[in-house]
């Protein structure tokens, strides 16, 4: 399948046909990417974890990396898939989270232990955390 990219916030140095910049986002943009992407990739260096909390809230797989906030918010093969920071990885991370059945319910639960983070992560209070994000449509 062919998916469309669509990068928020941030740069990004390249330009393919089936990405889409669309940089700082309004609230109700971001909660409609959520609701409306397959997956979320962020493969940022962040220390929290709050893309993936965001994304989980909504019921959407992450990839994230290991080693960093990401490893504390994603449930490999649950919530969503761990990768290393290099481009093999990350590719066979999306691979993996096109393949995948995952199941909202539980992915939302994965999160549950955050509860007062998923609070927050629902309102889309998090945002300027998304400067490496990219969410598939």
Known sequence: THNNFVFVG?????????????????????????????????IGKEDLGLVPAEAASFGKPSLGLRGFGA??????????????????????GILALEKNAFIKSEIIS??????LLRKFCICGLF????????ITL
């Open 10 to 42: 941030g740069k990004i140095g390249f330009d393919k046909s089936n990405i889409f910049k669309l940089g700082r986002v309004s609230e109700g943009q971001l909660i409609w990417l959520y609701k409306n992407c397959k997956f979320v990739v962020s």
């Open 71 to 92: 490893e504390e918010v994603i449930i490999d093969g649950v919530s969503g898939v761990l990768c290393d920071m290099n481009l093999e990885s990350v590719q066979e």
């Open 110 to 115: 994965s999160i549950s232990k955050f509860h």
């Open 127 to 134: 945002q300027v955390s998304l400067a490496v994000t990219i």
